[in-house]
Structure formats: structure tokens, C-alpha cells
């Protein structure tokens, strides 16, 4: 199975800061990775889709780099709807597997 | 507009079985794979078992094969999982995700349901 490590596991940040998350795979997955950014007691909710584009309707202060194995997820000014949980996923092969999640908090 | 409705869950004992469903409208189902993921209380995300469009192609978690059975019926628009044998370790929240396939080949999950918890206890 293809392991998905994000970094930080957690991150705290004011309104206005630029972030950025990372996710690793454990081997080669060219574009096949996807961001999506969970709310308490909320579904999942697509933000990137191979590893760079913007699914539709996400604003574009939201912004996904990388190929291979080394992948980025930036804010470029968070807003205060964006304090959530951030999973990345891989899409290349079953089973598909998620990263741990990065939590970003308010500072 | 796109829904995906989730039902079935509820509290079960140990070795118990239970059968979800996952109900969409607002989109061509038959043209689409389905994807189920569930969350343990208070963890992260773990997909557990995808369905082809036209049922063609299944696969399965390692942690869920031989114990789970994910169908779909395209007359019905929706898809279901059979859980047998449940473990206290198959509590969570089960969410069933439409896939979606783009021009070059990349695949993501750009639907969710707002899903159905499993309480697997005695």
C-alpha cells in the first residue's frame, strides 16, 4: 500500500497568513493526489484534485503543487472559514489511501 | 444538483451485520463510480470499498475484504454495503464519495454524503 504522510500534523495561524501543508507518498504517484478539507461534523469537501487543479467553486486563495512523490497545499491568506482539517489522498492505486490529516487552528 | 444520501446505520453487537445505502440523484449514477470512506470517532479518513459504473470492477480495503460486499443497483440510483462480521474496530462514520475520472486519467471524489454513523458494541 502506498503511505501518505502529511506535515505538520498540526498548525496554528492568524487571519491573513499564507500556509502551506505537505504531503508525501511512499512511492510514485505522478498528479494522482487530491486535497480536501473536513469541518467538524461535516463531509469531506474536494478542494485540488491532481495534485494542482481548483475544483470548481473553491476560491483561489487555495493552491496545490508537486508530482512524484512531494506534494504542497497553500492558503495564501487565510480566511476565518478556512480553520478546518486538511487530508490529502492518493489516486493511483487501491486502496486509496489518505494522509492523517493536518488540523489548522486559530493563533 | 448533486446528493448523495446515506442510510442504514445504527448500533449493532459484535459479529453482527448491517447493510448500508447510499441514494444519489442529480447526475447521471449509472455513468459514475462510487467510492465508500469512513472515520472512526475523532480519526482520519480511511476508503474502505469502490464500485465501477457499471459494477464491472470492485475492490476492498484489506481491513473490510471478505467481511464486506459493495453493490450497486443503477435502476435504483444507489449503492449499498453489506457489513458482516462487524467489529468494534468498524465504528465510524461511513460516507459513500462519487468518483470522477477526468480527460487525462486523474481520479478524485468530488461528491460526499453527509453520512451514516455504525456503532459496532455489546
Known amino acids: 500500500d502506498i503511505q501518505m504522510t502529511q506535515s505538520p500534523s498540526s498548525l496554528s495561524a492568524s487571519i491573513g497568513d499564507r500556509v502551506t501543508i505537505t504531503c508525501r507518498a511512499s512511492?510514485?504517484?505522478?498528479?494522482?493526489l487530491n486535497w480536501y478539507q473536513q469541518k467538524p461534523g461535516k463531509a469531506p469537501k474536494l478542494l485540488i484534485y491532481a495534485a494542482s487543479s481548483l475544483q470548481s467553486g473553491v476560491p483561489s486563495r487555495f493552491s496545490g503543487s508537486g508530482s512524484g512523490t512531494d506534494f504542497t497545499l497553500t492558503i495564501s491568506s487565510l480566511q476565518p472559514e478556512d480553520f478546518a482539517i486538511f487530508y490529502c489522498?492518493?489516486?493511483?492505486?487501491?486502496?486509496?489511501?489518505f494522509g492523517q490529516g493536518t488540523k489548522l487552528e486559530i493563533k | 444538483e448533486v446528493h448523495l444520501v446515506e442510510s442504514g446505520g445504527g448500533l449493532v453487537q459484535p459479529g453482527g451485520s448491517l447493510r448500508l445505502s447510499c441514494a444519489a440523484s442529480?447526475?447521471?449514477?449509472?455513468?459514475?463510480?462510487i467510492n465508500w470512506v469512513r472515520q472512526a470517532p475523532g480519526k482520519g479518513l480511511e476508503w474502505v470499498s469502490y464500485i465501477s459504473s457499471g459494477s464491472n470492477t470492485i475492490y476492498y480495503a484489506d481491513s473490510v475484504k471478505g467481511r464486506f460486499t459493495i453493490s450497486r443497483d443503477n435502476a435504483k440510483n444507489s449503492v449499498y454495503l453489506q457489513m458482516n462480521s462487524l467489529r468494534a474496530e468498524d465504528t465510524a462514520v461511513y460516507y459513500c464519495?462519487?468518483?470522477?475520472?477526468?480527460?487525462?486519467?486523474?481520479?478524485?471524489?468530488?461528491?460526499w454524503g453527509q453520512g451514516t454513523l455504525v456503532t459496532v458494541s455489546s
Open positions: 489522498q492518493q489516486s493511483s492505486i487501491t486502496p486509496y489511501t
Open positions: 464519495a462519487r468518483g470522477y475520472y477526468d480527460t487525462s486519467g486523474y481520479s478524485h471524489f468530488d461528491y
Open positions: 442529480g447526475f447521471t449514477f449509472s455513468s459514475y463510480t
Open positions: 512511492q510514485s504517484i505522478s498528479s494522482h
